[in-house]
């Protein structure tokens, strides 16, 4: 491994830029995802039709040409590093399947929970984040462990816009190199670092909310 002991510390400075974009993706796309979910179950008929237009649309579109339409049209508008926006692309993709996975979890919760807390004096938005959603988040843990880890995969895509991460550094090392082959098994051993971790966790939450189930 003289590979990893000559480029260790450009290999270490990819991997906290994927780690940091993922954590800033994973967190943004919770919310974004979670209140687009919201509006498509809401009465709000103008809320229901943004929020399904937006999970369609960024569902739809692959994550490669939104990230490459912020970098050639958004960023020439507003100022953003590639790390920006590959971060922001990669947010807006999987917020996209994070609406879907919450919003099928709502949908799981019984309507009669909805109408209680209604008459029984709380607002729509009250009941949601009181009652509904604590519930709806324990059905969308195995989808929403998935979304995370492809959050994490997907993260590959700041390498296509200057966005210093894991994939970037390796590009670099391999050009650099010439060894290839080693260097992307070492990038996927970076990987593994964030993943298995996330993955273990989420099964384990999940085997926990099951047994107290």
């Known amino acids: 491994m003289s590979l990893l002991n000559q480029y260790f510390s450009v290999f270490v400075q990819g991997f906290g830029h994927t780690l940091l974009a993922s954590i800033i993706a994973l967190i943004g796309s919770l919310v974004l995802g979670?209140?687009?979910?919201?509006?498509?179950?809401?009465?709000?008929?103008?809320?229901?039709?943004?929020g399904n237009i937006y999970v369609q649309v960024f569902r739809n579109i692959p994550l490669l040409i939104i990230t490459l339409f912020l970098y050639l049209a958004v960023a020439k508008?507003?100022?953003?590093?590639?790390?920006?926006?590959?971060?922001?692309?990669l947010t807006l993709y999987t917020s996209?399947?994070?609406?879907?996975?919450?919003?099928?979890?709502?949908?799981?919760?019984?309507?009669?929970?909805?109408?209680?807390?209604?008459?029984?004096?709380l607002t729509f938005n009250q009941a949601m984040r009181v009652i509904i959603l604590p519930q709806a988040f324990k059905v969308a843990i195995p989808s929403l462990g998935n979304q995370f880890i492809n959050l994490v995969k997907n993260s590959s895509i700041l390498a296509f816009v200057g966005g210093l991460d894991l994939m970037y550094q390796g590009n670099l090392v391999a050009a650099s190199s010439f060894d290839t082959f080693t260097?992307?098994?070492?990038i996927g051993v970076f990987y593994l670092v964030i993943t298995m971790p996330l993955s273990y966790y989420v099964q384990h939450l999940e085997t926990k909310l099951k047994k107290k189930a």
């Not at 508008?77 to 692309?89: A, C, E, N, R, S």
């Not at 879907?100 to 807390?117: N, P």
């Open 96 to 121: 996209a399947f994070i609406a879907e996975s919450v919003r099928a979890g709502i949908l799981s919760i019984e309507a009669g929970q909805m109408e209680g807390a209604r008459a029984n004096g």
């Open 183 to 186: 260097t992307y098994i070492i």
């Open 34 to 50: 979670t209140l687009f979910a919201i509006m498509q179950v809401s009465s709000s008929k103008a809320g229901r039709i943004i």
């Open 77 to 89: 508008v507003i100022k953003m590093t590639g790390f920006v926006v590959g971060t922001v692309g």
